[in-house]
């Protein structure tokens, strides 16, 4: 998706907005403060979600690389990937220098 001024969002930036994007996948992000690792069970209960919709949620968390998951037997442990925060921290913060630089000369 290339715009007219060449900028374009990479996929990680693109990720990482759309996991924000969601009010629901905020409070999940917010229940992994420290080192947490929580299941699809665990993130349903607190947040007061059917499971399937916690697992979908999850699913999306998961594939903007904001989470990784992990698998120990049949249980999934999910816990913040903070590499793949920071690398689409660092995507958007250059496409929004590329945008609109902090000289002023964005138009």
């Known amino acids: 998706m290339e715009t007219t001024n060449g900028i374009e969002l990479t996929d990680a930036a693109r990720g990482f907005?759309?996991?924000l994007a969601s009010d629901t996948r905020q409070q999940i992000l917010l229940l992994?403060?420290?080192?947490?690792?929580?299941?699809?069970?665990?993130?349903?209960?607190?947040?007061?979600?059917?499971?399937?919709a916690a697992s979908a949620q999850?699913?999306?968390l998961r594939d903007s690389g904001v989470l990784v998951a992990r698998r120990e037997w049949k249980t999934v442990y999910y816990r913040v990937d903070p590499n793949g925060i920071a690398r689409a921290l660092a995507d958007l913060q250059a496409?929004?220098?590329?945008?609109?630089?902090?000289?002023g000369s964005c138009g």
Do not use: N
């Open 32 to 52: 992994f403060g420290g080192e947490s690792e929580l299941t699809v069970g665990e993130v349903a209960e607190r947040l007061g979600l059917a499971q399937s």
């Open 17 to 19: 907005l759309k996991a």
């Open 58 to 60: 999850l699913a999306t």
């Open 95 to 103: 496409t929004l220098r590329a945008c609109c630089p902090p000289d």
